[in-house]
């Protein structure tokens, strides 16, 4: 099952300490989705890695919060001007707090794969359909962002041109679904390696006869 407990860490916003969940212990018996999506049996444990200061808005992951962030003085002022007030009216929802995580990273000039993987986060979190649809789409801007311009691995950009795949079909777009899917297949067949040859396997099925579980 998953375990969680709270620690307390500093805001490197506002410099106010809160505390923070941190995961202990988790599983992955719940299988995995076509969106790579890993669920547990019992509570998701991405319930439990975020940190968001009810000061400020800041948040991130915890593990992150508590190693030490620096921030720019820019980014503070985002933060202050455009997130504080959201928390001080409400507590987020772990689908919101991605969402913020997502803003900040963007505030901090991050790379277009850590902001895609916020937004893929939010989606999984995120009870409201639309809002899930949107997510979505903003994880695939993202990620087709990481694809054109960042230097990645063969298994980030088998990966990632297999999600945008994926992410288009979840959202209604089959075209360019398909289009994503075939582009995953065809890299994965420049290489001679096992997971790629898994990944093509995944990328046919979910463009020929998709399945929400792999």
Same mark, same amino acid.
């Given at each position: 099952?998953?375990?969680?407990?709270?620690?307390?860490?500093?805001?490197?916003?506002?410099?106010?300490?809160?505390?923070?969940?941190?995961?202990?212990?988790?599983?992955?018996?719940?299988?995995?989705?076509?969106?790579?999506?890993?669920?547990?049996?019992?509570? +998701?444990?991405?319930?439990?890695?975020?940190?968001?200061?009810?000061? %400020?808005? @800041?948040?991130?992951?915890?593990? !992150?919060? #508590? *190693?030490?962030?620096?921030?720019?003085?820019?980014?503070?002022?985002?933060?202050?001007?455009?997130?504080?007030?959201?928390?001080?009216?409400?507590?987020?929802?772990?689908?919101?707090?991605?969402?913020?995580?997502?803003?900040?990273?963007?505030?901090?000039?991050?790379?277009?794969?850590?902001?895609?993987?916020?937004?893929?986060?939010?989606?999984?979190?995120?009870? +409201?359909?639309?809002?899930?649809?949107?997510?979505?789409?903003?994880? %695939?801007? @993202?990620?087709?962002?990481?694809? !054109?311009? #960042? *230097?990645?691995?063969?298994?980030?950009?088998?990966?990632?041109?297999?999600?945008?795949?994926?992410?288009?079909?979840?959202?209604?777009?089959?075209?360019?679904?398909?289009?994503?899917?075939?582009?995953?297949?065809?890299?994965?067949?420049?290489?001679?390696?096992?997971?790629?040859?898994?990944?093509?396997?995944?990328?046919?099925?979910?463009?020929?006869?998709?399945?929400?579980?792999?």
């Amino acid at each position: 099952m998953t375990s969680a407990t709270e620690i307390t860490v500093r805001c490197p916003c506002c410099e106010a300490s809160f505390p923070a969940p941190i995961l202990m212990s988790t599983n992955t018996f719940g299988g995995q989705s076509t969106d790579f999506h890993s669920r547990a049996v019992g509570a +998701d444990p991405l319930w439990f890695v975020l940190g968001t200061c009810p000061t %400020c808005g @800041y948040t991130d992951y915890t593990n !992150a919060i #508590e *190693r030490g962030v620096r921030l720019r003085e820019a980014t503070k002022a985002k933060i202050l001007d455009e997130l504080a007030p959201q928390v001080q009216q409400h507590k987020p929802d772990v689908a919101t707090q991605f969402v913020m995580a997502a803003q900040i990273a963007i505030w901090e000039h991050q790379e277009a794969s850590v902001i895609g993987n916020h937004f893929l986060r939010a989606a999984w979190c995120s009870r +409201d359909q639309a809002q899930e649809i949107e997510y979505r789409r903003l994880a %695939c801007r @993202y990620f087709e962002q990481a694809l !054109a311009e #960042e *230097r990645l691995t063969d298994k980030a950009w088998l990966n990632y041109s297999y999600l945008v795949g994926e992410l288009y079909r979840r959202v209604g777009e089959p075209q360019m679904a398909r289009r994503w899917f075939d582009k995953a297949i065809a890299y994965a067949e420049s290489l001679d390696d096992p997971y790629a040859d898994q990944l093509a396997a995944l990328a046919r099925d979910q463009r020929d006869h998709p399945r929400e579980k792999i």
